[in-house]
C-alpha cells in the first residue's frame, strides 16, 4: 500500500542554519504531496503542495520539489528562524475523491537563536 | 472567515465509557475529515464525510464511528473507551469538488485522555 517515510528528528539547527527533512513515498499512480506543519498547540497547517512530477512547491522560503524518479519529496529551505520551530510532516494524497492523506511520523525542528 | 472549530478542546473519560466530540468546518465547506494522533503511530486517518455521506474510511474498529449533519458540522463517536485511545482528534474540512490535492484546513483539536 502506500506509504511514506520521513526522517527522525528532533532536527536541531542554529538560526539561519540551511535546512532539509528528507521524505520519500511509495505509491501507485500519480499522487499530490504535502508538507504541512504544526506549531505547539495548534492544528496541521498546509505549507506546501505539489500535484505532479517535477512541480516545485514553495512558501515562506520552504520549497520541495516532487521527484518522481526518487520518488521523494525532500523539504528545503536556506536560512531558518526561530520561528520555524515547530513539526514538520510530508503527506501523500489518495488516488481517490476524498481526501484522505497519508502522513509520515513527523519531524520535529528546533531552532535556537 | 472562521476557522475549524473543535469542541471540547480537552476532555478526559474512563475506560468503558463513550464519548462524542464535535466539528464545525469552515464555511463553505462540505467535506470533513477526521484523523487521530498518537506520539507512537503519528497521524492516521479516521474517516472522512461529504455532503452527510461517508465518503472513506480509515482501518479503525467499529468503536470509532462518525456522521455528518446537513450544515456540514460533524460528530465523531467512540464508544467503549480504552487506555490507547487517549490521542488527539483532529478534524480537516476542505472545499471538497472531488480533487484529491485540495487543502485541508484542520482544527486545533480535541484532547482525550482515558484513564
Known amino acids: 500500500g502506500n506509504s511514506v517515510t520521513q526522517m527522525e528528528g528532533p532536527v536541531t539547527l542554529s538560526e539561519e542554519a540551511f535546512l532539509t527533512i528528507n521524505c520519500t513515498y511509495t505509491a501507485t499512480g500519480y499522487p499530490s504531496l504535502f508538507w504541512y506543519v504544526q506549531y505547539p498547540g495548534e492544528g496541521l497547517q498546509l505549507l506546501l503542495k505539489a500535484t505532479k512530477a517535477d512541480d516545485k512547491g514553495s512558501n515562506k522560503g520552504f520549497e520541495a520539489t516532487y521527484r518522481k524518479e526518487t520518488t521523494s519529496f525532500h523539504l528545503e529551505k536556506g536560512s531558518v528562524q526561530v520561528s520555524d520551530s515547530a513539526v514538520y510532516f510530508c503527506?501523500?494524497?489518495?488516488?481517490?475523491?476524498?481526501?484522505?492523506?497519508?502522513f509520515g511520523k513527523g519531524t520535529t525542528l528546533s531552532v535556537s537563536s | 472567515k472562521a476557522g475549524v472549530t473543535q469542541t471540547p478542546r480537552y476532555l478526559i473519560k474512563t475506560r468503558g465509557q463513550q464519548v462524542t466530540l464535535s466539528c464545525s468546518p469552515i464555511s463553505g465547506h462540505r467535506s470533513v475529515s477526521w484523523y487521530q494522533q498518537t506520539p507512537g503511530q503519528g497521524l492516521q486517518f479516521l474517516f472522512e464525510?461529504?455532503?452527510?455521506?461517508?465518503?472513506n474510511k480509515g482501518n479503525f474498529p467499529g468503536r470509532f464511528s462518525g456522521r455528518q449533519f446537513s450544515n456540514s458540522r460533524s460528530e465523531m463517536n467512540v464508544s467503549t473507551l480504552e487506555l490507547g485511545d487517549s490521542a488527539l482528534y483532529l478534524c480537516a474540512s476542505s472545499l471538497a469538488g472531488g480533487r484529491t490535492n485540495e487543502k485541508l484546513f484542520f482544527g486545533s483539536g480535541t484532547q482525550l485522555s482515558v484513564l
Open positions: 464525510y461529504f455532503s452527510e455521506t461517508q465518503r
Open positions: 503527506a501523500l494524497g489518495g488516488s481517490q475523491a476524498g481526501t484522505a492523506l497519508i
